[in-house]
Nanobody, 127 residues
């Protein structure tokens, strides 16, 4: 069992930056592919980015490429999402995700199911 706790959300002006953190419980963090998803009001949850177990391979949605950076610290059991040049359309609840079941792939955009979710953190980008 893994518990995921996100932090770092808030209100920021367009063009600004935020860094989200997701702290995971348990001693098996390094066995999980980690990722971030988001859900805007009235829309389905969508993939933002994911990172391989060792932190080498990273994948991003086209909408955030070049602006967002995912990273992880397997000693601190934490995954991060650095968000730069934020836009109003980035406004959403951001969820941390963890996967260690099924065939291995670090690209969580290809997954139909996620093993564990965090509770979400709100990011609001104003004009």
């Amino acid at each position: 069992q893994v518990q995921l706790v996100e932090s770092g959300g808030g209100l920021v002006q367009a063009g600004g930056s935020l860094r989200l953190s997701c702290a995971a419980s348990g001693r098996t963090f390094s066995s999980f592919v980690m990722g971030w998803f988001r859900q805007a009001p009235g829309k389905e949850r969508e993939f933002v980015g994911s990172i391989s177990r060792g932190g080498i391979n990273k994948y991003y949605a086209d909408s955030v490429k070049g602006r967002f950076t995912i990273s992880r610290d397997n000693v601190k059991n934490t995954v991060y999402l650095q968000m730069d040049n934020l836009k109003p359309e980035d406004t959403a609840v951001y969820y941390c995700a963890a996967v260690n079941s099924g065939p291995y792939s670090a690209n969580l955009a290809l997954r139909s199911t996620i093993d564990y979710w965090g509770q979400g953190t709100q990011v609001t980008v104003s004009l």
